[in-house]
């Protein structure tokens, strides 16, 4: 038990006058996805003595890096979504029926792609 307790590593993160510690690489990459952690922020591994800035950190200088790239690809998509749901909402009001149907429809496929793809990028972390 004494072995297994040695492989995981606890992250300390020290901010605001404070500290934090995070069981695992993993809960500690979490936090700074979500903002929890800054780039300014200061990391060690407990028990080591060695602290660096969180954005010196390469593991987590380059979750953000792919998480900003990722996010960009995914905006011409979304900007499609409103613009179906806008043409649309006015084919429903205004033009025939059928139209407004369709873009529905459309809009749908491309907003359960979307979700599909989100879903399978939160897996693969």
Known sequence: MGNASSKASRYVVRAHGGELTYETRIHLEQAYLAGLVEPEDEVSVEGSGIWRKASEMPELASLRRAEHTLA??????????????????????????????????????????????????????
């Open 72 to 125: 960009g690809a995914y905006v011409p998509w979304v900007a499609a979504s409103v613009i179906l749901a806008v043409a649309a909402l006015i084919f429903f009001i205004r033009g025939p029926w059928y139209v407004a149907l369709a873009l529905a429809l459309i809009l749908s496929a491309v907003l359960y792609g979307l979700t599909y793809k989100a879903s399978q990028l939160k897996h693969t972390r």
